[in-house]
């Protein structure tokens, strides 16, 4: 169970005034291939790579230390004044 994370590659253009996704994909060399072919028709674009980070031990133990704000969420309801 210890694979190596996979980098995940974006191309997006410019479309004023936002960047959309054109392509998302695993292999880097058609990112490129895309990347230079918007490129070449004159329009801005670019590439991502997002490669997640290895999971280490147990995920729970550490997602149960952190769900400790809904009770102090709670509590800032309660004092709230009440609409009569």
Request: glycine content about 4%; hydrophobic content about 35%.
């Amino acid at each position: 169970m210890s694979e190596n994370p996979v980098t995940t590659y974006i191309v997006s253009v410019f479309d004023k005034p936002h960047w959309r996704t054109i392509l998302t994909t695993k292999d880097k060399a058609e990112a490129e291939a895309m990347e230079q072919a918007i490129l070449r028709d004159g329009v801005k674009a670019q590439i991502e790579e997002i490669t997640p980070k290895a999971k280490s031990g147990n995920g729970r133990r550490r997602a149960a230390a952190t769900c400790q704000k809904p009770q102090q969420l709670a509590v800032g309801r309660a004092t709230r004044p009440r609409r009569v």
